[in-house]
C-alpha cells in the first residue's frame, strides 16, 4: 500500500470528503494527487495532515511498511477500525477489537498500538503490566533521542506512572536543547515532536490528577521552543494548561473561547467540563 492509498483508506474510513482531508494544509488538488500517487507530499505535510485527523504517526507508517511486506489485510482492517475508534472515543469498539486481537495473529506493533490507543482513549494505563512499564521505561532511558524517539514518546507516554513519564520527558528536553536542531535546522520536526510530548504530559498530568511541580518543565518548554507559526498550539496549550492547573477560570475561558473560534476546541475537548 502506498502513502497515498493509505491516506484514501484512512479518509474514507473517517467519513471525509477530499477537501476535508486537506485541512486547509494543501489544496484539494494537490491532495488529490498525492492519493492518486501522481504528486508526492512532504514528509512535513503528511505529518500535519495526520496530526489534524487524530491519525498516530507511527502506526501510519508502520501501516504502510508492514502492509507493503505482508499485505495482511486483516492488520489494515484493524489498523483503521482502531484509529476510528479512538477518534470517537468508543470504547465499545475499542474493546470488540481488543477481544479481535487476542484471536488471531497479527504483528506485535499492532497489539503495541492498540495499548497506547486504548490507553489514550480511556485516560488510563490501569491494563499496563508494571513490567511491560519497566520495559517501555528502560528503552527509553537507553534511547538516542531523535524525531523517531521523540515521537514514540509522545506516543507511549499515556501507558506510563506520572513519575516515570516525567523522568522520560524531562530527558527528552534536556536532550533536544543540547541538539543542533532546537533552533528549527531540520525545518521544525524535532520542535514540533517535542511540542507534542509537552502537550501530551500535561494531558496525562490532567487525567492523573497530578501536582502542579510535575507540569512546570513541560509548560517552561512549550514557552521556550522557538515561536514559529508550527508551534503556536503548543505556546497556547501551555497557556491553558497553565490557568488550568493554576485554578485560572477566566483564562481557561479566554483560551477555550479562541479555540472554539479557531474550530480547534476538539483537541482539549477532553479537559472541558471535568
Given amino acids: 500500500m502506498t502513502i497515498g492509498e493509505a491516506l484514501k483508506s484512512f479518509r474514507l474510513q473517517l467519513g471525509l470528503t477530499q477537501t476535508d482531508m486537506a485541512a486547509n494544509l494543501v489544496s484539494e488538488s494537490f491532495y488529490s494527487k498525492v492519493e492518486r500517487g501522481v504528486h508526492k507530499i512532504d514528509a512535513d505535510l503528511?505529518?500535519?495532515?495526520?496530526?489534524?485527523?487524530g491519525i498516530p504517526v507511527i502506526s501510519f507508517f508502520q501501516l504502510v511498511d508492514h502492509d507493503n511486506k505482508i499485505k495482511d489485510s486483516t492488520s489494515v482492517g484493524l489498523s483503521q477500525r482502531m484509529i476510528v475508534a479512538?477518534?470517537?472515543?468508543?470504547?465499545a469498539e475499542l474493546r470488540k477489537?481488543?477481544?479481535?486481537?487476542?484471536?488471531?495473529?497479527?504483528?506485535?506493533y499492532l497489539k503495541h498500538n492498540f495499548e497506547s490507543s486504548?490507553?489514550?482513549?480511556?485516560?488510563?494505563?490501569?491494563?499496563?503490566?508494571?513490567?511491560?512499564k519497566n520495559k517501555i521505561k528502560k528503552a527509553f532511558i537507553k534511547t538516542e533521542w531523535n524525531e523517531k524517539s521523540y515521537g514514540a514518546l509522545a506516543f507511549n507516554l499515556v501507558l506510563l506512572d506520572i513519575d516515570d513519564a516525567y523522568q522520560l520527558v524531562n530527558l527528552a528536553y534536556s536532550a533536544f536543547k543540547k541538539s543542533d536542531n532546537f533552533d528549527g535546522r531540520d525545518n521544525g520536526r524535532d520542535q514540533n515532536l517535542v511540542s507534542l510530548i509537552a502537550v501530551n504530559f500535561l494531558n496525562c498530568?490532567?487525567?492523573k490528577k497530578a501536582d502542579i511541580k510535575y507540569t512546570k518543565s513541560s509548560i517552561d518548554m512549550l514557552y521556550t521552543i522557538p515561536l514559529e507559526p508550527t508551534n503556536l498550539f503548543g505556546r497556547i496549550f501551555a497557556?491553558?494548561?497553565?490557568?488550568?492547573?493554576?485554578?485560572?477560570?477566566?483564562?481557561?475561558?479566554?483560551?477555550?473561547?479562541?479555540?472554539?473560534?479557531s474550530g480547534a476546541i476538539s483537541l482539549i475537548q477532553d479537559t472541558i467540563g471535568k
Avoid at 479512538?86 to 470504547?91: E, Q
Avoid at 481488543?98 to 504483528?107: F, G, R, T, W, Y
Avoid at 480511556?122 to 503490566?129: A, L
Avoid at 497553565?242 to 477555550?256: G, P, Q, S
Fill in 205 to 207: 498530568c490532567y487525567h
Fill in 118 to 132: 486504548y490507553a489514550w482513549a480511556t485516560h488510563s494505563n490501569q491494563e499496563i503490566t508494571a513490567e511491560r
Fill in 97 to 108: 477489537i481488543k477481544k479481535q486481537l487476542e484471536a488471531v495473529d497479527v504483528p506485535e
Fill in 86 to 91: 479512538v477518534n470517537n472515543k468508543d470504547i
Fill in 46 to 53: 503528511l505529518i500535519q495532515v495526520l496530526n489534524a485527523h
Fill in 239 to 261: 497557556t491553558y494548561y497553565d490557568a488550568l492547573f493554576k485554578n485560572d477560570k477566566e483564562m481557561v475561558d479566554a483560551v477555550l473561547k479562541v479555540l472554539r473560534k
